[in-house]
């Protein structure tokens, strides 16, 4: 009965049940092509097919036909049956050969059917029943492709297909387009912008420069693949503009009525309706980010900084804190769901910096950082960034430190000045990552740390050719390939037809080189785990010897290289399976169906919240190019104070981090607090309300912390299992 309710996967990605008659038949049509005095009895056939059995349900997930044929193989193999295994061998390739022509359209096909359970759940904030996310997927499925046949080398796509290294956004890659970028929308607002051939000139007033700025949103996020960051310093302006203009409206009617006030008077009725206008703008961004479908299919992948060191003047700042108090109230509000219910929202992401003018009682501007502690208690963001840590880690050539955000959850870029030796971050970009499994090397290494070097090597070679692929692929794009980006000032300002090839050096993007799997490389190789002494010490000499590469190259070709901690969504299952084919399980390597993301402790280690960020933060100034590191937590409204200790402890300790909690409803009874993850009759793993237990995702909404962002549409079973698995770190 369990094996008639295991699942497999199909080429086309489609789930069906596992049915262990067919690999008796498979194995019984190899038998019957040897001569019969090596022919398999029928005993022997079904006990092959039983243990092949067993082992798919070891591994606890749903097997793909690749992995299962190969697990037949090796138990023909270990029967004593070589011919017999010769010949399941040729039938394979024989039907593969069939099979490579219409590949891409069965996968197609999938994806319009809705059953195809690898990309259904590939992306975290995309419904795969929509139209428009259909039609991105299938897009991605002929770009992927194009790419991998025509585009990319073909050992690259191979090392990418068996999970030794990963190539980001393959399904984009065909197009000249880049990865992540920081929006310059001070420029836009400021000096005006195009917008589908139709002139926007500066806004006079701070609504119409929040919904000019949800409409940039908008059209970067069409225009690139990743994510996207502006700051509220660049709308705080236009604060003061529509102030004046309230103040020239009041004049004018209490003028009309022949009304006298006091100078007070007037300055408290200004300011109420500022606020009001304020919340207008707000209330703009929020519903419409969250409302806004790109041409990918998602909302915009967009985060909001909110910097009070960013501002001017003091006049300035106070506006801007007006700003980002109405940000964090509208996020702790929430949104609607179908059933009017205050839910949280995936985007957009919220970042606050901890400054020396917030972070402590009595500081100025303290009662934004109790208002952040709420909002973070209830709706997981914002996340945080410490000023004094980051103006530590990025220092300029001019010897400056500068505290800037990321571009969308955590990659970021690396510091530049001018050619007026100014400083500069917004209107600058990622080309693209590529992912080393660092997993993959430990276990090719055996234990045998030369070996281990020298296999790291290969792959740094095979990482960098990837990435150079990358820097190719943007080289010679003309402007006219996003005007939004690189004519009317989301990026810079380019005359039709110029190439962008000047902003692909020297600093001003960056190439990523992604790592994933540092926690089980360190214990595939010593047994020892990251919270240990010797694992810590053989985790930073990876960290460093990773750093080495990236300068190497930086130097050797102009190009700004930078490692960066890969936030794995559905790479992690990719990675897991890949691993388990290569080299079986392995109990605390790939015992499990994820791996764990770039050097954080595992999930399931116990570990209390300071010590984990303590440690953490070792690791982090080790990647610059981006690296975000959590403490899980349950239910903090009613703790607000420690999670504002907490706050404290990241602003002294590390340079990035977030809280995450729990935020869950179902729409069918109505409870309103964490939704559980178990396993059916099959052994998968899904949603259920513990409530009224409503396993129909349709009729839940669930959000959960992915790996830096927030995710609403679910996971596959590899994440899924990773989210289980967590443990607190707060009690």
Sequence with gaps: MAQRQMKIIKRSGEERPFDVTKIENAIRKASQAVDYKD?????????????????????????????????????????????????????RYRRNLLRQANTTDKQILSLIECNNEDVKQENSNKNPTINSVQRDYMAGEVSKDVSARLLLPADIVAAHNDGIIHFHDMDYYAQHMHNCDLVNLEDMLQNGTVISGTMIEKPKSFSTACNIATQIIAQVASNQYGGQSISLTHLAPFVEVSRQAIRRELTAELGEAGVSISPDKFDAIVEKRVRKEIEKGVQTIQYQVVTLMTTNGQAPFVTVFMYLGEARTDAERRDLALVIEEVLNERILGVKNEQGVYVTPAFPKLIYVLEEQNVREGTPYWYLTKLAAKCTAKRMVPDYISEKKMLEYKIDKNGEGHCYTCMGCRSFLTPFVDENGRPKYYGRFNQG?????????????????????????????LCHRALQCRHERLTGTLSD???????????????????????????????????????????????????????????????????????????????????????????????????????????????????????????????????????????????????????????????????????????????????????????????????????????????????????????????????????????????????????????
């Design 433 to 461: 990552v590529v992912t080393v499994n660092l997993v993959d090397i430990a276990l090719s290494a055996d234990k045998d740390m030369d070996r281990f070097w020298a296999v790291f090597e290969e792959r740094m070679e």
């Design 481 to 731: 390939a996003a005007p939004i980006l690189w004519q009317y000032g989301a990026l810079t300002r380019l005359p039709k037809g110029e190439p962008i090839d000047r902003y692909l050096h020297g600093g001003y993007s960056t190439l990523s080189l992604g790592y994933a799997g540092l926690w089980e490389c360190v214990f595939a190789l010593t047994g020892k785990k990251l919270t240990e002494a010797d694992g810590m010490e053989l985790g930073l000499a990876i960290m460093k010897k990773l750093n080495e590469y990236t300068a190497k190259w930086k130097k050797a070709e102009n190009i700004d290289y930078s490692l960066y901690g890969t936030p794995l969504e559905s790479t992690t299952y990719k990675f897991a399976k890949c691993l388990q084919k290569r080299f079986g399980v392995i109990k605390g390597v790939t015992d499990k169906n994820y791996i764990t993301n770039s050097y954080h402790v595992h999930v399931t280690e116990k570990i209390d919240a300071f010590k984990k960020l303590e440690l953490e933060a070792k690791f982090q100034k080790l990647s610059p190019g981006g690296a975000i590191s959590y403490v899980e937590v349950p239910n903090m409204q009613n703790n607000l104070p420690a999670v504002l200790a907490i706050m404290q402890f990241i602003y002294d300790n590390i340079m990035y981090a977030e809280l995450n909690t729990k935020s869950d409803y179902c729409q069918v009874c109505g409870f309103d607090g964490e939704i559980e993850i178990v396993k059916d009759e099959s052994g998968k793993l899904i949603w259920k309300c513990p409530k009224c237990g409503n396993t129909d995702e349709s009729k839940l909404n669930v959000a959960r912390r992915t790996c830096g962002y927030i995710g609403s549409q679910f996971w596959n079973q590899g994440r899924t299992q990773e989210i289980k698995e967590r443990v607190l770190h707060v009690s």
């Design 39 to 91: 022919a398999l009895s029928e005993g022997r056939i079904k006990l092959i097919a039983d243990e092949v059995a067993g082992v798919c349900a070891a591994r606890d997930r749903a097997m793909t036909v690749e992995e299962i044929q190969d697990i037949v193989e090796t138990k023909i193999m270990e029967m004593g049956s070589p011919e017999i295994a010769k010949k399941y061998i040729t039938y």
